[in-house]
């Protein structure tokens, strides 16, 4: 049915009250009813007026003074009233039926002052419909106050599938269709082919009903595409509406305009970030036991769970840690325990300690520890967003030690600490004289041997041999490494098992002061 035909005959119906004056079983009453010009189909209805007009049109007697039933039409008995020609058997009532409106109140470049809607009491979205004298475009898409409380929009997100909630009621005699636009590419247009678009029917007799309108899924790069934000428009109507009825006048219903914000598709990453312990010296010798402490930051968006960590021995260090497990070559170790769970934002840490073995290198010696495997929040196996998750330090490049967000090529699943091993040497002196009894004047020759018998080379030896007062030095065999005045000598680097010798040369004083 259209709108235009359901008023005529609700008008009909209920435009009428019956006269309740008492008339006797002789007369009869006829009355009349004119509608004003209205629009029709499915637009908007104009103001209108309606004219009641009611005569005599029969009585057993005559009557004194009028002449029942001799206007043929109810235009006839209005122009005589209108005209004051009537005679009192003939009388109208005139009622001024206004249309009030709704309208959209996103920015204007969405046709927010051509979405219109004529407002009824039974057909809206949410609890309430309020009119207005025209659109109200605004950047927060809110200026139609409390009344846009018909769809439920949360925050969207990239590559979601969507379906919104929807409150409607159609208490009307012909069911509705709510249909809703998203500008998913904020190119400021709803788009006209149901790449932006889905619908639902409101059937006749809902009340408050949810309403689940199924839309396309949300693009993979909407929250980039709409620099995080764009609008929404929700019309509900009985007229036939589809895709491309974003804008435009509808004869009833409802229109809601909304502010959505898009944010990107949570990401899994992980970071590990490798350091001495906060006591632990940077630089040990051999035998030296080495604490690392080894954080595990969820950088991400997405909780995890099951983390398994590596760590790489370097050559000269050996596993000293009941909590990993060494590889058969003892080049690597795992965690015995994976992280059990780490939720996004996240940090936890684990230790390992190694021991510098006898007899290792010295020099730095770079340990690094990796992310080899994880599951996000839900047990599923997760790839990180920026980093490669395994067991292969050969593939790392670029890396920047305690780094965890690298844009130049580190993954932030590695990391490395760095000791150093200072050599460790065992000098050794010996003295020996070529006189045991001598008198005074008489010559003594001293001969003094370094010895480095290691485990490493020796640099920057010096021996002090200090003479007594009771002697005086004469020579020595060092060729100027040796300081008669401080009893210094300068013995120089000695390699690991090497030996150096000097004869020191003296009198014993005949006399002492």
């Not at 139609?144 to 997100?157: A, C, F, K, Q």
Request: aromatic letters at 4%; one cysteine or more.
């Amino acid at each position: 049915m259209n709108r235009y035909n359901n008023h005529k005959s609700i008008l009909k119906i209920r435009g009428f009250r019956r006269m309740r004056k008492m008339i006797t079983t002789r007369q009869v009453l006829l009355s009349f009813c004119a509608i004003g010009v209205l629009t029709a189909g499915n637009t908007a209805w104009a103001d209108f007026d309606v004219n009641n007009c009611v005569q005599v049109t029969a009585t057993a007697e005559d009557d004194s003074d009028s002449k029942p039933n001799n206007k043929g039409t109810t235009a006839d008995i209005l122009t005589a009233v209108n005209g004051n020609t009537n005679e009192d058997d003939e009388a109208c009532a005139v009622t001024s039926v206004k249309s009030i409106y709704d309208w959209g109140d996103a920015p204007d470049f969405y046709g927010t002052t051509g979405a219109s809607h004529e407002i009824f009491p039974d057909l809206h979205l949410g609890a309430t419909v309020e009119p207005e004298a025209n659109g109200q475009p605004s950047v927060a898409a809110d200026l139609d106050g409390t009344e846009e409380d018909g769809v439920n929009i949360p925050s969207l997100t990239d590559g979601q599938a969507l379906t919104l909630s929807v409150t409607a009621t159609n208490t009307s005699p012909n069911p509705a269709q709510v249909i809703c636009w998203i500008d998913y590419n904020g190119d400021g247009v709803f788009a006209t082919d149901g790449s932006e678009s889905g619908g639902a029917v409101v059937r006749m007799g809902s009340t408050d009903a949810s309403i689940d309108v199924t839309m396309p899924q949300v693009p993979a790069t909407a929250s980039t595409d709409t620099g995080g934000s764009s609008y929404a428009r929700c019309r509900l109507t009985t007229d036939t509406v589809d895709a491309s009825s974003a804008t435009g006048a509808l004869s009833d219903g409802e229109v809601e305009d909304y502010l959505v914000s898009f944010v990107a598709q949570p990401q899994f990453d992980l970071a590990l970030r490798k350091s001495l312990e906060t006591n632990q010296a940077s630089n040990v010798r051999a035998g030296d036991t080495v604490n690392y402490k080894i954080e595990v930051i969820n950088q991400g968006g997405i909780d995890a769970s099951d983390i398994k960590i590596i760590d790489y021995i370097p050559a000269g260090m050996t596993l000293s840690d009941t909590n990993w497990t060494a590889s058969d070559d003892g080049a690597s170790a795992t965690l015995n325990t994976p992280i059990a769970s780490l939720p996004a934002g996240e940090t936890t840490t684990v230790s390992i300690s190694l021991v510098v073995d006898e007899g290792a290198t010295t020099g730095s010696k770079e340990n690094a520890a990796e992310i080899m495997a994880a599951k996000d929040g839900s047990g599923n196996p997760a790839t990180d967003n920026d980093s490669i998750m395994d067991n292969n330090s050969a593939n790392e490049k670029g890396i920047v030690p305690d780094v965890v967000d690298n844009s130049g090529g580190d993954e932030d699943d590695h990391d490395t600490a760095t000791i150093t091993v200072d050599p460790t040497v065992d000098i050794s002196v010996s003295k020996t004289v070529d006189k045991e009894i001598v008198r005074r004047g008489e010559t003594l020759v001293y001969t003094l041997t370094a010895t480095n018998k290691g485990p490493d080379n020796a640099t920057g030896v010096v021996v002090t041999d200090q003479l007594p007062a009771t002697l005086t030095y004469v020579s020595d065999t060092s060729g100027g490494a040796y300081d008669a005045g401080t009893g210094n000598w300068s013995v120089g680097n000695l390699a690991k098992g090497a030996s150096r010798s000097i004869d020191i040369t003296v009198t014993v004083k005949s006399r002492t002061p």
